[in-house]
């Protein structure tokens, strides 16, 4: 796949942390672990960003989206809907998976205003058809692949958005400026892409995640007494 520069530019436009589909609002279980005092410096920001990268994001999020354009290829409609299911359900906190779901439903919402090339009313009609929700790393790869960007420049857009929406939840919740935050999103981007590429390796071919302990400091987000995100 080769994108227009339109098309590149469009993609750019997709990962930006302005775009409104309540991406802000979550923090997915970060903010317990500010209030439960295990992450509270800049260092162990980072090591609770590398451990989500490791454990979630890259095999559970990247694999997804790679199995995604797959399917898109061999034209499987019903695949598409069950990998987005797997991905809602492998989704163990409550609030993580409305949040994939509201972030997806908006996502759609506001793709067929600025994306009518991606062709999202099919979209919707192939998750009605077999069961799926509409959660957001599916709608973000269908819009991708409608794009014509390549899988891994897609994976590595995704990793930027996820890490970007960790910093940024960070900033809010803890004592660390906007330079600081910065850095540090330019170095999880080469660990991100380290690990990505390190997964490729092994020709996995099924989503998979095992983050227990972010899990369920995750599902105690809504017992807090206080709250700034919706998870």
Aim: with cysteine.
């Amino acid at each position: 796949m080769i994108p227009s520069p339109t098309s590149l530019l469009s993609y750019v436009q997709l990962l930006d942390s302005a775009l409104p589909i309540g991406g802000f609002s979550h923090s997915f279980g970060l903010e317990t672990f500010v209030q439960r005092h295990h992450v509270t410096t800049l260092q162990q920001l980072e090591q609770y960003i590398a451990g989500q990268i490791h454990s979630s994001i890259v095999p559970m999020d990247a694999i997804t989206i790679s199995c995604i354009y797959t399917a898109l290829q061999e034209n499987d409609d019903k695949q598409i809907a069950q990998l987005d299911s797997i991905f809602h359900t492998q989704r163990s906190p409550r609030e993580t998976r409305h949040g994939m779901h509201k972030m997806g439903k908006r996502l759609i919402k506001l793709g067929k205003s600025l994306y009518p090339e991606a062709k999202l009313d099919k979209l919707e009609h192939i998750l009605a058809q077999h069961g799926g929700y509409g959660t957001f790393p599916i709608v973000f790869t269908w819009i991708t692949w409608h794009l014509d960007i390549d899988v891994n420049t897609a994976v590595h857009g995704y990793l930027y958005t996820s890490i970007q929406t960790m910093v940024n939840s960070g900033i809010r919740l803890m004592s660390m400026g906007q330079t600081d935050g910065q850095l540090l999103i330019r170095r999880m981007q080469q660990y991100a892409v380290e690990e990505w590429s390190e997964l490729c390796k092994h020709n996995i071919s099924k989503p998979f995640s095992f983050s227990a302990v972010h899990d369920i400091l995750a599902m105690e987000h809504e017992t807090l007494y206080s709250r700034l995100f919706m998870s």
